[in-house]
């Protein structure tokens, strides 16, 4: 079991290798690179961190995956696969329905387009000729000319009952977005029916500071999209869900709706607070089901808080 941390989408160009190069001296057990729309690319992003770095995993959480033909998401990982061999990990999701929307990428049956993106990018990292004649896969008799000796693990991006379930049935493990609370983990494992080999990755809101006022004010910004429809899978699990999203409906301002989270909400929904509280929750965490914790590092100073995180990469 390992705790890691995100590489954040909007860090400065010139502080992104930097980021990487102490992430790995610090001891992070993994590093995770965004790919989000207007940003950076995932697999550029990918191989530069991976250049840098001598032993920290590096995972692409996530790429969007009906936004590329399988057959070109195979190679880059199985380039990033041979390359760094057993340091990269794919992650492949629906894509933001807005984002998609915008660059045409959005079918009619997202499911059904994410279920056969994966099926064919998974067989041919596992060096298989692959014919796939589906609604949004067309390929005939494609192979890849070296497949990886050691194929990468491809994880799902995904939230909600069937895509979990999908995730289940054919990916390798399974990624969830921040906030994962104990309860949101143990709702997910159960929804995705593997068994144990399945890997189940979280990521988290993080601050670790032995003020644990200052902790849940580094946190709280990142809490503006609690309430809204795409987190409702995230806090559905939670005791408190039906007054969390009462307090949102009735707070249409979100800074004032972050403001007026209570502190135990903040608590359960991030990990704030001084070094030692902060791993008694990654252990919960973990207990619940999560085999991978990811840390996503708040505040205006990034490389700040990525040296505060590191009293507890080793929990």
Do not use: C
């Not at 492949?92 to 660059?103: A, F, I, K, S």
């Not at 497949?147 to 390798?172: E, F, I, N, W, Y």
């Amino acid at each position: 079991m390992s705790t890691g941390v995100v590489l954040p989408r909007d860090l400065p160009a010139a502080d992104v290798l930097p980021f990487a190069r102490r992430a790995d001296a610090l001891g992070a057990g993994s590093l995770w690179v965004i790919e989000d729309l207007g940003f950076r690319g995932g697999f550029a992003q990918a191989a530069a961190v991976l250049a840098v770095t001598e032993r920290v995993h590096v995972g692409l959480g996530i790429a969007p995956a009906a936004a590329r033909n399988p057959v070109f998401t195979a190679m880059e990982a199985a380039t990033l696969a041979e390359q760094f061999p057993g340091r990269f990990t794919l992650g492949l999701g629906h894509g933001v329905p807005g984002w998609m929307r915008q660059v045409g990428a959005w079918g009619r049956s997202p499911l059904t387009s994410f279920g056969e993106h994966v099926e064919a990018v998974r067989r041919l990292l596992h060096g298989e000729t692959v014919t796939l004649l589906g609604d949004y896969v067309h390929l005939d008799g494609v192979r890849l000319e070296a497949p990886p000796a050691t194929p990468p693990l491809v994880v799902s991006g995904v939230r909600g009952p069937k895509s979990l379930a999908l995730s289940g049935r054919q990916a390798d493990g399974t990624l969830l977005a921040e906030p994962v609370t104990a309860a949101y983990a143990r709702a997910a494992r159960e929804q995705i029916g593997a068994g144990p080999e399945h890997r189940l990755i979280g990521y988290e809101l993080a601050a670790v500071d032995d003020d644990p006022v200052r902790a849940r004010d580094a946190v709280r910004p990142g809490l503006v999209w609690v309430g809204t429809p795409d987190a409702a899978a995230h806090t559905a699990p939670s005791p408190y869900a039906a007054d969390l999203q009462a307090l949102r409906d009735r707070t249409p301002d979100v800074d004032e709706f972050v403001r007026l989270l209570p502190d135990e909400w903040v608590d359960d929904l991030t990990l704030a607070g001084p070094a030692e509280a902060v791993r008694t929750r990654i252990a919960d965490l973990r207990a619940a089901g999560l085999d991978e914790v990811v840390l996503f590092p708040t505040g205006d100073d990034r490389l700040a808080a990525l040296d505060s995180l590191a009293a507890v990469f080793t929990a």
